[in-house]
Structures are given as C-alpha cells and as structure tokens.
DNA sequence: AATATATTGTGAAATCCATCACAAAATATT
DNA sequence: AATATTTTGTGATGGATTTCACAATATATT
C-alpha cells in the first residue's frame, strides 16, 4: 500500500527510472557540503568495527542536530531501521553514489608547485572521484617527467590534449598572476568545471562550473571565532 | 541629529567604544565566508586603479544580489556615497579591521609537507592575519633545517615552546593518522584554534575552536554540479 | 536651477534551512 | 505476550538569510 514511507523511491528504483536534474538540484547546498563530512566520519567508525549507526550517535559526534543529520542522509535515498539506524557500508555506498564519488572522473592539474603535488600524492583523492591524468607547468625542469606515474607536461598542450581526452574537470594550482589565462586554455579545451586554487576570481563563462577553494574563507571564521573568545575571556 | 542612519556607529568611533563579544558574533556566518571573497575581489579591482565602486557593480562580478553584498558590508561599519560606491582602500581597510587581520597573529605549522610548505609559500598569507613562525614535523632529514627564514623543529617541542610563546593558533597538515595526536599537543601547549587540514574530524574539548578547511567540501559541490550540468544536456 | 539617474540604506516580505514534536516501527526487556 | 525503549521519518514550526520595494541622497544632465 502507498502508506509504506519510501513507496516513491521504491517505485523510482523498480522502474529504473532516472534521477532528473531537477530532482539532483532539489538538496540544500548546506546539505551538500555536509555530506562529505559524514563520509569521513563514517569511513572511520568503519575502521573500529562499526557495522550500524544511528543518526544520534553521528550528531552527537559531529555536534549537530539528530534531524538534520537524518534528512541531510534521506537525500542520498537511503533508509534506515527503526531502533537501529544505518547499515554503515551501504550509508557510505549511498553517499558516495549520490556524489558521484563511485565513477571516476579524469582530471588535469595545471601547476606542478607545493600546492598541485600536495593534492596529487593526497592518496585519498581518488575515493572523491577524480583522477588526475595528467599535470601541467611551465617550468622547463619539471616538464617531461614523472611525479607519481603522473606525466608533467607544458601548459600549451594542455587544450588541445583535454579535447581529445575529453576530460571535464580542471585543477588550478598555478599563481594567482597566471590562474585566468590557465582558466581560459582549459576552457578552450572543453573543459567544463573548474576547482580554482588560486587566490583571485575567474571570469570565465557562465555555463563554466567554478568552485572557489578559498583558503581564506575558512580562516576568516577561525579568526572570528579566536577573537571572540579572546574578548570574552579578558 | 539622530536622523543620520550611522548615528550609532559614528558615537562608537567618537568614543572608542569596544565591540562586545556579543556585537562581534552579530554577523550571520554566510556574511563572514563572503567577506574574504569582496577582499580579494577589491584588490584585484584597485589594481586595475579603480578609486570607487559600488555594490551594484561587485554583484555584478561576483554573481550575487547587490543588496547582499551591501548588507554585508554593512558589517564591517563602511558607509557609502549614493551615485558613486564606496571607495576601495577605505572599504579595504574595513573588512580587513573587521576581520582582524591587520593584526598579524603569530601560528604553529605542523606538517612540513607538500601542503604545510604550499601554505608557507603562499605570501599572501600575511595579509591574512597570520605570521607562520615555527614549522613542526617528525622527519629527521627536515628537522633543524629552515624554509623560507622558518625553522623546522621536531614536534615533541611543539607544545613547550607553544607555551613559551603564547602561541593561539595551530595549523595541521600533517597525514590523517597523525592528526590527532599533533592536535592534542598543540592543545597541550596552549593553542585554541586549530586549522585542521587533515582529513579527518578531531577530537579535542570544547573550548577548542576548529575550522576544517575540506578540501572534500568544496569538491562534493563541484561534482554535483557537474553531474546535473552533464544530466541536462543528454 | 530643475530634472534625470544611479546608488545607498533599510524595513518588510519571501524563501530557505534548522529544529521541534510526534506517530510508526523495530528491537529489547519483563 | 505485553511493555518499554530507541530510533526513523516527516509534517509543522521557528529562525535565519536573502530578496524585494522604496525613500533618501549625491551626482550628472538639460
């Protein structure tokens, strides 16, 4: 009977019918980003044994809301037990799926300094979906070699090799003074999501996805916080 | 008269009047993660030797609602020109104040790898409140050596010199199997506030402020975006 | 000098997100 | 078998943030 609390999802499942693009736009950007948070936690509960979790349990570890915790996960599509909770490898599997984390994406990586190879040897990085395929610099020295059975290539190549790889997602670790022409060969190149490193703001097209990853904005709450409890303390 | 929309603001200035605790915390976090955003928008803006500019224009750029914007410079207690804007060193100089990095504070960096040097390197880091004046690792062939004028020091010294040296922030970016127990000495030796760039979520008492700069965060949204984006056009 | 235009600043409305309250369900306990 | 306990799932509520609407104001134009 439709009384059943998961009958549309079940119904989307037998038919196979396909998740719109309405549909995966309708999660809370909030949301969203807490999902990776609970995939980390969830990855170690993992590691001590843990076969079930209870949404109290999560909230209580990550100083959130029970509720929210519950309905940040129904978006995934997953269903728990009563009195139980979550089976964790099928929760993990759920979020992962949702993300996109299960099928691997190829990636390049323009800027072979500190920074790009930080995120290369982040072993990791592969359980987030990317793969990178290939570096890019202009650096005569680092060109043609290997870092990590990853080739380092000039930066020309890069468009016209993204193109014939059909690669769609683009890493910017170059200096904030080369980031908006590096942005711009990727996007001649076909490239159509952009994760900027660099510390300055692209303009680029507007079908062109680009995700920020500010350093600064995190810092910013931290020293807010820290100056607020130095106040209260003094 | 009290007619004058700054009245307020302007009796603070006039009498040095500190903003509490509870004036500091007035502003809703989804302002505080922009306000880095304006700031590095203004510098790039001045340098193209812009003097005014107004919010309609920043919206404009950065793809938000000007009244957004204007609200949220608001906070910062900068006060605007109708017809012209605001001028860009003055409103600079707002946000930094606000934000409080015009103070540099001294900081702890765990983790001489790719990522602890790439944060190291990044220069424009002073203009982010914070001095790195000691890096921390357990690699003996980096230990008592110095990068860029910062000296290497094993971690066991972490948390004495900490104390020492009244040091209020930490940074890690060490692997995430040590990430706890280098957490704990910084605690030890007195530091309140942790930029955790390990993935993985720490345990530390309450009082300790944590900001996770999640690379998985900003990641998990690209994705998505990417795969909507790619849903709409099959 | 008068009018037009662009912008600020802000109260009000709308939207979005988080939290509360509680029925339904699964297991544990008596 | 009946009762107690814990948790899920969700409608309703509350709160926070964004957006709208518009008066006030500074400059540009006629």
Redo the contacts between chains.
Sequence with gaps: MTSSPHFHILIEKIFSINV??EE??S?P?PS??R???Y???LQ?ARETGKTEISTTLIAR??RLDPTQVRKDLAYTGIIGKPKIGYNIDILINSIEDY???NNL?DAFLAGA???G???L??E?FTK???KIVALFDNDGRKIDREVKGVPVLPVEKMASLAKRMHI??GIITVP?SSAQSVAEQMVAGGI??I?NFA???L?LPE?I?V??????????????????????VE
Excluded: C
């Design positions: 719109t693009a995966l736009k999660i950007e969203l980003r999902l990776p948070v995939l980390q936690y170690n570890d990550l993300l996109n984390w994406s300094g500190n920074l190879l930080a995120l040897g982040f990791q987030y979906g990317i769609h997602i904030a159509k999501a994760w510390p300055k703001m303009k079908e996805i995700e920020n990853a500010q350093f600064a904005t995190s810092l910013a709450v931290l020293t807010r916080k820290l100056a607020e409890s130095l106040k209260m």
